[in-house]
T-cell receptor, first 115, second 115 residues
C-alpha cells in the first residue's frame, strides 16, 4: 500500500530564506508524486508532479522538488521565501490502493514566513 | 483552462434541510471526485465518478448523495446532515481514472456549516 509522511507539521522561515518541506513515501511500485499548496479558505493548487521523466522537477512559483529513490524522498524546496508563500502544503502519492489509483495525501505542513 | 468551479462558496444549513453542492469543469476530464476536508487535515476522498458512473464510494453515509448529470457536472445532495459534517467540500477532476500520472485539479471548495 502507498503512504506519505510529511516531516514537520509547522515550518517557519524568514523572508528570503531557503524553504525546505520534507516528504517521504512508501510504495511497492514506482510512485507518482505530487505537491499541492492550499492558501487559506481556498482549494488545492498543483505545484508540481513527478512521473519518472526527470528526478528534478520544477514547478510553479519558483518551487522545485527532487525525487530520490534511495531515500524514498520527494522534498520540496524554494531558494528564497516570499511572504506570499505562507500556506499549507500537501505531498501526495498516487497509486494502487483498494483496487484503483487513489491520491493519498500526507498530513500537511503549514509554512509560515516572517519578515 | 484548468478551472474547476464550485457553488455556493458558503452554505449554512439546518439538520432537517436539503441542499445541493455543485461542481463544474470544462477541461474534458472524465473522472470527477468529491472530497471532505476538516480544519488542519488533508482532504478525505468521498466519491469518484468515471465516465459519469459512480466508481468509488468510500463508505460515505447515505445522507450524502452524489450525482453526475453529464461529463462536466457533479452534484452532491445533502439531507439530514449532522453538525460534525461541517467542513470544506472540495470537488476535483482528472483526465481519467486509470493512469497514476494524471493530476487532479481542485475547485475552491464549499464551506459547509451545519447548525
Amino acid at each position: 500500500a502507498q503512504s506519505v509522511t510529511q516531516l514537520g507539521s509547522h515550518v517557519s522561515v524568514s523572508e528570503g530564506a531557503l524553504v525546505l518541506l520534507r516528504c517521504n513515501y512508501s510504495s511497492s511500485v514506482p510512485p507518482y508524486l505530487f505537491w499541492y499548496v492550499q492558501y487559506p479558505n481556498q482549494g488545492l493548487q498543483l505545484l508540481l508532479k513527478y512521473t519518472s521523466a526527470a528526478t528534478l522537477v520544477k514547478g510553479i512559483n519558483g518551487f522545485e522538488a527532487e525525487f530520490k529513490k534511495s531515500e524514498t524522498s520527494f522534498h520540496l524546496t524554494k531558494p528564497s521565501a516570499h511572504m506570499s508563500d505562507a500556506a499549507e502544503y500537501f505531498c501526495a502519492v498516487r497509486g494502487p490502493s483498494g483496487g484503483y489509483n487513489k491520491l493519498i495525501f500526507g498530513a500537511g505542513t503549514r509554512l509560515a514566513v516572517h519578515p | 483552462d484548468t478551472e474547476v468551479t464550485q457553488t455556493p462558496k458558503h452554505l449554512v444549513m439546518g439538520m432537517t434541510n436539503k441542499k445541493s453542492l455543485k461542481c463544474e469543469q470544462h477541461m474534458g476530464h472524465r473522472a470527477m471526485y468529491w472530497y471532505k476536508q476538516k480544519a488542519k487535515k488533508p482532504p478525505e476522498l468521498m466519491f469518484v465518478y468515471s465516465y459519469e458512473k459512480l466508481s468509488i464510494n468510500e463508505s460515505v453515509p447515505s445522507r450524502f448523495s452524489p450525482e453526475c448529470p453529464n461529463s462536466s457536472l457533479l452534484n452532491l445532495h445533502l439531507h439530514a446532515l449532522q453538525p460534525e459534517d461541517s467542513a470544506l467540500y472540495l470537488c476535483a477532476s482528472s483526465q481519467d481514472l486509470g493512469a497514476s500520472s494524471y493530476e487532479q485539479y481542485f475547485g475552491p471548495g464549499t464551506r459547509l456549516t451545519v447548525t
